[in-house]
């Protein structure tokens, strides 16, 4: 699975949008790209993931350029409540594996 | 709330020790994937079972194991423990066999090991 670069940090004012980057140059053209989130010491959350095409859910929308070699995370009105650590994750067929690669993540502070 | 339970919450035990831990997929899905996460060394994969059948392990010590039974939950044993065996561990199920990268994992609550 390719590799991910994500800030380690970013602030966020409440109600704002929270653009969260993450680079994946080496990303080969049958991976995905997954987000999940982790709330202080629960388990992770899947967000969204997506190939090529932008994707939009309840949560989040998932932006990838059009080389594939970046995408961001959008979570539109920001809350307290999402505050913790997001992990993007580059996953493609791995034969009989389907792990997870988790990185560092960006760790998000929400603030009012 | 994911739909993966994991038992017991906590778990405080002393070196040497034997525990097992538990985990009950999400209705229907037939994977299930165990993780670490050790404040050194994040979140990391450990093994992965299909339907009964073991799928892939990552980097599972030889002191542990773990199994899936015909009911689909899954336990994971850990024997001999030392210190830094403390973390937080995590079960993930997902629908479908492995190999499928749009194949969703969802985890569960995790169970907090301590080792004194």
């Known amino acids: 699975d390719a590799k991910t670069t994500q800030p380690p940090s970013m602030d966020c004012a409440e109600g704002r949008a929270a653009n969260l980057p993450c680079n994946h140059s080496t990303i080969s053209g049958n991976e995905y790209v997954y987000w999940y989130r982790q709330i202080h010491s629960q388990g992770p959350q899947y967000i969204i993931h997506?190939?090529?095409n932008n994707e939009t859910n309840e949560m989040a929308s998932l932006i990838i350029t059009e080389d594939r070699k970046s995408s961001t995370l959008i979570l539109p009105h920001a809350t307290l409540r999402d505050t913790a650590v997001y992990y993007c994750?580059?996953?493609?067929?791995?034969?009989?594996?389907?792990?997870?690669?988790f990185g560092t993540g960006t760790r998000l502070q929400v603030t009012l | 709330d994911s739909g993966v339970t994991q038992t017991p919450k906590h778990l405080i035990t002393a070196t040497g020790q034997r525990v097992t831990l538990r985990c009950s997929p999400r209705?229907?899905?037939?994977?299930v994937y165990w993780y670490q996460q050790s404040l050194d060394q994040g979140l990391q994969f450990l093994i992965q079972?299909?339907?009964?059948?073991?799928?892939a392990k990552g980097n599972i010590l030889e002191r542990f194991s773990a199994q899936q039974f015909p009911d689909l939950h899954s336990e994971l044993n850990l024997s001999s423990l030392e210190l830094g065996d403390s973390a937080l561990y995590f079960c993930?199920?997902?629908?479908?066999?492995?190999?499928?990268?749009?194949?969703?994992?969802?985890f569960g609550p995790g169970t907090r090991l301590t080792v004194l």
């Open positions: 209705s229907g899905d037939l994977s």
């Open positions: 079972y299909y339907n009964g059948e073991e799928r």
């Open positions: 994750i580059v996953r493609g067929d791995t034969g009989t594996a389907s792990k997870l690669t």
């Open positions: 997506g190939l090529k």
């Open positions: 993930a199920s997902s629908a479908r066999p492995a190999g499928w990268p749009t194949d969703t994992q969802y």
